[in-house]
């Protein structure tokens, strides 16, 4: 009996490694047929939503996708290597990429794909312009459009499928901005304070205002000085919302919640995630989940 056992555990052996369900690295990965390689996780899943079901696509997140935002971000040897194997490289644009100089450099071949394109984009009072253009449903969906073109151009072949894909994932982002909304057609407050600059395109879209940005940029505590003025503006403008984001700290946040009586809550940007079988769905649930808080928040 022991010997059977043994004999049908080698069999079971040497069938996962003829049948290759071995992981080693030794193993080649199976050559894609086409490359993409996207700047960052939001155009991460504009990608896999596009390539759904379409053969031998590759889709590779140039940045780990728990970077988030790549203000001042700098490519790295790997990440030129990443390029180096791409067909098509896709890119937020909007000035969120400072290194696509470097990436041209570097391949001056490769087509690149802005999905900003002819974007309307929001100015700050320094005169920079705001790259969180995703934050935003309808922007969103150009993007989608934006990148739809040269998709179908890079890859002819298979141009019905990505049209196909990219028709049904308007339909349902547009699905999710019916209820963003919603959320603000019985809203009774209008204003809200943030961590930093993501939520002014979705502000825009839905008639709200930005009555301040605590932290102005990524890693920086704002000053003493710059939380006072903020109670003060929140005062002045009867503002009662904070919304934070689960990629800052809230510490500064509920300083000033207490000072004003606001409420905290969460929004997500949906500029960081993991990598997973799911992925390819995160900006719809995250959305989604932002129309119920802005729902329940604004009210
Ligand atoms: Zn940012």
């Not at 001042?72 to 180096?84: A, R, V």
């Not at 690149?112 to 312009?129: C, M, N, Q, W, Y």
């Amino acid at each position: 009996m022991k010997r059977i056992l043994t004999l049908l555990l080698s069999l079971c052996l040497i069938a996962c490694f003829v049948g290759g369900c071995s992981t080693s690295s030794d193993t080649p990965p199976k050559k894609a047929r086409f490359t993409i390689v996207t700047s960052f996780y939001p155009m991460y899943i504009d990608a896999l939503q596009l390539t759904k079901d379409v053969p031998g696509v590759k889709v590779i997140c140039l940045t780990k996708p728990q970077v988030g935002c790549l203000h001042n971000y700098q490519l790295t040897p790997e990440n030129i290597k990443t390029l180096e194997r791409a067909d098509l490289f896709i890119v937020n644009g909007a000035g969120m990429e400072s290194f696509l100089d470097k990436a041209a450099r570097t391949r001056p071949d490769l087509v690149t794909v802005d999905a900003s394109r002819d974007l309307r984009l929001i100015t700050d009072s320094h005169g920079h312009e705001n790259p969180h253009v995703w934050v935003s449903i309808p922007n969103k969906i150009r993007q989608i459009e934006n990148i739809t073109g040269p998709l179908t151009a890079a890859d002819p072949e298979y141009a019905e499928a990505y049209r196909h894909n990219s028709k049904r994932y308007i339909g349902e982002l547009s699905a999710i901005q019916a209820k963003m909304d919603d959320a603000v057609r019985t809203a009774t407050k209008k204003s809200f304070v943030t961590m930093h600059e993501s939520f002014f395109y979705l502000a825009k879209d839905l008639g709200l205002t930005v009555t301040d940005v605590i932290t102005s940029e990524h890693g920086h505590e704002p000053s003493a000085k710059d939380v006072e003025e903020c109670i003060r503006l929140m005062k002045e403008t009867n503002t009662e919302i904070i919304f934070i984001e689960p990629q800052y700290h809230e510490k500064t946040a509920q300083t000033i919640a207490r000072e004003t009586g606001a409420t905290i809550y969460t929004l997500d940007p949906v500029v960081t995630g993991d990598i997973t079988s799911d992925s390819m769905t995160d900006y719809l649930r995250k959305m989604e989940a932002n129309a119920q808080v802005l729902k329940e928040a604004l009210r």
